[in-house]
């Protein structure tokens, strides 16, 4: 008889990223002061793109962490991320820094966004070092970096 692995949902929920944000709100208003003052006409479209690029990520940032729902669940060897299924093969290594977890593929050398979440109970990252642990996936505390 086979034995069925047992299945525990981790509260998570994605990062605020407060850093990304002020850089972000920075370059906005930087660039809406230099369109409003009026720019030469090359610098203009430049400024206004900048600063149409920065307003978008910004309210990306700001729904992402509102409104969509991240999901973390581990069952046995493997460890599923909304719906994206990753096994210890699969991963690099695990990043923390404090709250926020970070998975890292193979193959790659920045945390990807939808991989990187904010665990709301703290106990839970234990729960992760035991998986990584079990899994032979190297666990690296400290600040990352990740794409917005």
Not at 67 to 73: G, P, Q
């Amino acid at each position: 008889m086979e034995k069925k692995a047992a299945i525990r949902k981790i509260p998570v929920q994605y990062p605020l990223g407060t850093k990304q944000i002020s850089g972000f709100v920075l370059l906005f208003l930087l660039s809406l002061g230099n369109v409003i003052h009026g720019a030469e006409n090359l610098l203009l479209y430049a400024q206004a793109g900048l600063m149409t690029m920065s307003g978008g990520c910004l309210v990306y940032l700001l729904i992402r962490r509102k409104a969509l729902k991240a999901e973390l669940t581990l069952a046995g060897s493997r460890l599923t991320v909304n719906g994206l299924s990753i096994t210890g093969d699969s991963l690099r290594e695990l990043r923390i820094d404090r709250g926020l977890v970070g998975l890292l593929p193979r193959g790659k050398r920045v945390v990807p966004v939808r991989l990187c979440l904010d665990l709301k109970d703290r106990s839970a990252s234990l729960l992760l070092l035991r998986w990584a642990e079990k899994q032979g996936v190297p666990v690296r505390q400290g600040s990352f970096m990740r794409w917005l």
